[in-house]
């Protein structure tokens, strides 16, 4: 598998939904969305970084990735809640994420890689270590299995690249904090191409309120 998927399963609430949060401290709302007058509230809310209001809208996505993409996005955990397929129960096929492109290493420390691409077997004259590397711990992890060893142990030699799938779901206020970490130039490729479609759902789905909370 060459790439990850995340699928919108639900959402909740509006631009308005925050508004109206925001308003009923002095016992009021709106029955519609006005503009320019509700946005320019939602500008201050984010400026100003009063987030309770932001609560009060919610996303909800089902997303199939490589574990080192998943492990980079669990570290969110405020606003967010996260449940995971476990290999202690299934023992489906395994299925490994597979670059198009190797990136070489950074000249600089504090960066994940380098805009070179890197072609790790030049000679086409055999298996590429990756492709060894994958073959040969999912013949183990089926082998384990097939003697009798329990599912929760068997995992243990699956790499990184394994695919796994999860749902997520949390507040507006707490997938744009996750796009405004990962969607930046630094950010590991992989896990950025994640996070750039959760803030494509989220302008589609909250445009004044995400574009507040992205650019504010």
Known sequence: MKESLVTMIDSMGSDLSVVNAARVSFGKSNEIYDDPKD????NYLAKHKHWSPFGHASMQFHIKAPVFVARQLVKHQVGLVWNEISRRYVDDEVEFFEPEVWR?????????????????????????DYEQVLS?????????????????????VLPQSMMTEWYWSGTLMAFARVCNLRCKPDA???TREVADIIDNYGANRFPYSWEALRNG
Do not use: F, H
């Open 39 to 42: 946005t320019k509230l939602i």
């Open 188 to 190: 590991q490729k992989e």
């Open 104 to 128: 070489g290493a950074p000249d600089n420390a504090k960066q994940g890689s380098s805009n070179e691409s890197i072609d790790i077997n030049p000679s086409k004259m055999m298996v590429d």
């Open 136 to 156: 040969s711990a999912k013949w183990a992890y089926e082998e384990l299995l097939r003697k009798g060893v329990c599912p929760e142990q068997a995992r243990m």
